[in-house]
């Protein structure tokens, strides 16, 4: 017989759940697409971006293209799938020669997605709220040990609307995860304001380097004070932030901006870093690491193409006794050709290149990445590393007829619907395995 009661909590967490994956659907999950998503086009090597290191030849096969329990890759990604494999490859065969092959005790984390500040005002919500927590109950299934909270400029200004509000939100789930003993780490960039991306709208017209630096430090002094994450970012991707604010800063001047709010700050213990895109100018890696008091450098890894930066950086970092997390990393699905297009600085709200990832045909390759991204970390000893695109640890949705050329917003909508159902049924999809199994190996490695 049923149990009345266990049904109606059943109801419940799943309208809280579909609550949370509505909102993930309307804004984009965290403003980073906003267009259809074509079929993608392949094209001779890039030729006008920085050298690739000399690699050793690959040693391993591509990931299997389809299992019984897989589906075929559609023909118009075959050139894509098998360059990213390669791509993949040749920069693990790299870290093969080169590691030794000890694991150290990483914290293994994820995107906290439904807490992103572009949300809006739907975080305060108590009925939202609950869907947070079974996002949360999902991740820590899979061994989760902490999680990347996204709280952007300038939301936690005082003259922020809502700004109460949202502090006594953003307190409560601190207060949550440090119950569950998840390692927090909260990063303050910058809101994509007035966009798709959110229903959030402030005027930033004359907004100036020196006004910005004193609300970012305004928001500093809050997350310490009201959250004491174990690590805090407090700036990263200077590209994107030059889109999204029109203030460009060199890499000098996103030191100086790292440095004001450093100065005489009370840490209270919470560990302080910032960083940049793999994409961005290594220039800014250097200025953060030789000439500021930062406790860490935070990548964020995108275009696998790149994939080499992330190495640089962090031989950077350590030669200035600089810690290493990477706070963002997901498989950047775009071609050479597209790639040599691309204006890097609108590498964040590529639909186009984001659209691709909902399909499940690319589980194998994402699982690879993932496994790749792990050895990177053991490698350079980055300590604490958080997958951006969580909810496809626990699903996908199938590229055919009714789906092939939906525009980004209900591709995302789809796949988060197929996400939440996992979720409440403690299902992962393949690439939430591998995860897992990941977690599991370099936990307290012996």
């Not at 009661?5 to 509505?22: E, G, H, P, T």
């Not at 894509?80 to 914290?107: C, M, P, Q, R, V």
Request: aromatic share 12%; charged share 20%.
């Amino acid at each position: 017989m049923l149990d009345f009661n266990q049904v109606k909590q059943s109801a419940k967490l799943f309208v809280a759940i579909a609550i949370v994956i509505a909102v993930l659907a309307a804004t984009g999950c965290a403003s980073r697409a906003n267009e259809p998503s074509p079929p993608a086009q392949s094209s001779p090597p890039l030729t006008s971006l920085p050298p690739t290191p000399s690699l050793p030849p690959p040693t391993s096969s591509p990931p299997p293209a389809s299992s019984p329990l897989m589906p075929a890759i559609p023909i118009e990604y075959e050139e894509l799938y098998y360059a990213l494999s390669e791509k993949l490859n040749d920069f693990d065969s790299y870290l093969n020669s080169h590691w030794d092959g000890t694991k150290k005790n990483i914290i293994f984390g994820a995107e906290l997605l439904s807490a992103n500040s572009h949300v809006g005002e739907r975080l305060l919500t108590e009925e939202y709220y609950r869907g947070i927590l079974v996002y949360l109950d999902s991740l820590q299934s899979m061994g989760i040990k902490g999680v990347k909270i996204a709280i952007d400029y300038p939301l936690l200004v005082p003259d922020f609307p809502n700004y109460d509000g949202y502090v006594r939100f953003y307190k409560r789930l601190a207060q949550e995860c440090r119950a569950r003993k998840l390692t927090m780490l909260v990063a303050t960039g910058n809101l994509f304001l007035n966009s798709a991306f959110t229903d959030l709208k402030y005027d930033l017209s004359g907004l100036t380097l020196d006004k910005y630096r004193q609300g970012k430090r305004q928001m500093v002094e809050t997350v310490i004070r009201e959250m004491h994450p174990e690590y805090l970012s407090i700036a990263n991707e200077p590209t994107t932030e030059y889109m999204v604010d029109g203030i460009k800063q060199t890499p000098y001047q996103f030191a100086e901006t790292a440095r004001y709010i450093l100065k005489g700050l009370d840490r209270s213990g919470v560990l302080i870093g910032a960083g940049t895109g793999t994409w961005d100018d290594m220039a800014y890696i250097r200025e953060l690491a030789q000439n500021t008091d930062l406790d860490y450098i935070d990548m964020h890894i995108y275009p696998i193409d790149y994939l080499e930066q992330a190495i640089t950086a962090a031989d950077i970092a350590k030669a200035y006794n600089k810690r290493l997390v990477i706070a963002e990393a997901w498989l950047y699905k775009i071609s050479d050709r597209e790639m040599r297009n691309l204006n890097l600085l609108n590498l964040a709200t590529q639909a186009t290149i984001y659209g691709r990832d909902v399909y499940s045909f690319w589980q194998p390759l994402d699982s690879r990445f993932l496994e790749v991204l792990a050895k990177l970390a053991n490698y350079e000893n980055y300590e604490f590393v958080s997958p951006f695109w969580s909810t496809y640890f626990f699903g996908y949705i199938n590229y055919d007829s009714s789906t092939k050329d939906l525009p980004y917003s209900a591709l995302r909508q789809l796949d988060n619907v197929e996400a939440s159902r996992n979720m409440l049924s403690h299902k992962l999809s393949g690439a939430g395995l591998t995860y897992q199994k990941l977690i599991s190996e370099n936990t307290n490695p012996k």
